[in-house]
């Protein structure tokens, strides 16, 4: 891989082009990050403490040829990260039924090996992650750890691009294929189940996105486990943000949102032996 001569992230500065198009959207709100917009063919997004590493981690992507990710671009007049828009179509905060597609769900799971592929030897020196609350992830590999229907780009009914990097962070291929799968499959309590998703055969649909990503043998039989330990860790850290940083955190908090992530666990441990059938057999 041959580096692209480019300024350092922390001095990079955009300066729009002449004639670039300069018409304003209001992107849709994520569960944390407010005041996202569109301008042109550029997406402005708040500056915030992981911005730099996760522009150093945009640079690598491209060096390594990975094209399903934004272009990190520098910062604007109002100190906003800009990066470039990927066109295409991502789903809403109740995902509809195009959603379902089994040809999307497999190249949703081909997407991310992908970038697993590509973010392979990438080390954020000079500009870290910052630590993760409650007990850090294995290091092993910088991952996106948010590829959530919301934050995939969809062209011609299959996986495109990945957006929205601010989870972004050392942990494991593993982790965030797990993650990934919770989302996409998803892996929940049916009582929580989105809208018009009640028939949806979560089985059969982690079996097709475990192939499609290539679990081995032992990641399978370890999936439920894995899950349990997954979501306790996930409802200590949702805890620990909702008190600590506020904002979006406190509002998906009192939302329920830890309820949520408990019946989730609760389902994997008491669907173990099922999980591990349909991944097996």
């Given at each position: ?59 690598w992507l491209e060096d390594a040829g990975f094209d399903g990710s934004p272009r990190f671009l520098g910062r604007d007049a ?181 309820r949520m992530i408990r019946r989730r666990g609760l389902w994997i441990e008491a669907n173990a032996g099922r999980l591990v059938a349909a991944l097996t057999g």
């Amino acid at each position: 891989m041959s580096p692209r001569h480019r300024a350092p992230v922390e001095s990079r500065v955009y300066v729009p082009a002449a004639g670039e198009a300069s018409d304003v959207e209001l992107m849709p709100a994520g569960d944390v990050t407010d005041g996202v917009v569109r301008v042109g063919g550029t997406i402005r997004r708040p500056h915030q403490p992981q911005s730099l590493a996760v522009a150093a981690y945009l640079d690598w992507l491209e060096d390594a040829g990975f094209d399903g990710s934004p272009r990190f671009l520098g910062r604007d007049a109002e100190g906003r990260d800009v990066l470039t828009f990927l066109p295409g179509r991502c789903a809403g905060p109740v995902p509809a039924a195009w959603v379902q597609s089994e040809e999307l769900l497999a190249s949703v799971a081909e997407l991310l090996r992908r970038l697993h592929a590509a973010s392979a030897g990438f080390v954020p020196d000079g500009h870290p992650f910052p630590p993760r609350p409650v007990r850090q992830d294995p290091a092993e590999l910088v991952c996106h750890l948010d590829v959530t229907p919301q934050n995939v780009v969809v062209r011609g009914g299959l996986a495109a691009g990945v957006v929205d990097f601010d989870l972004a962070g050392p942990t494991t291929a593993f982790k965030d294929s797990f993650n990934t799968a919770m989302h996409w499959v998803p892996l929940r309590d049916p009582a929580d189940a989105w809208p018009g998703w009640g028939a949806a055969d979560p089985f059969r649909r982690l079996r097709i996105f475990a192939d499609a990503y290539g679990w081995d043998e032992g990641e399978r039989r370890r999936l439920p486990a894995f899950g349990t330990e997954a979501t306790a860790l996930s409802y200590e850290r949702m805890r620990h943000n909702a008190h600590a940083l506020g904002g979006g955190w406190a509002r998906m908090w009192d939302d329920g949102v830890g309820r949520m992530i408990r019946r989730r666990g609760l389902w994997i441990e008491a669907n173990a032996g099922r999980l591990v059938a349909a991944l097996t057999g």
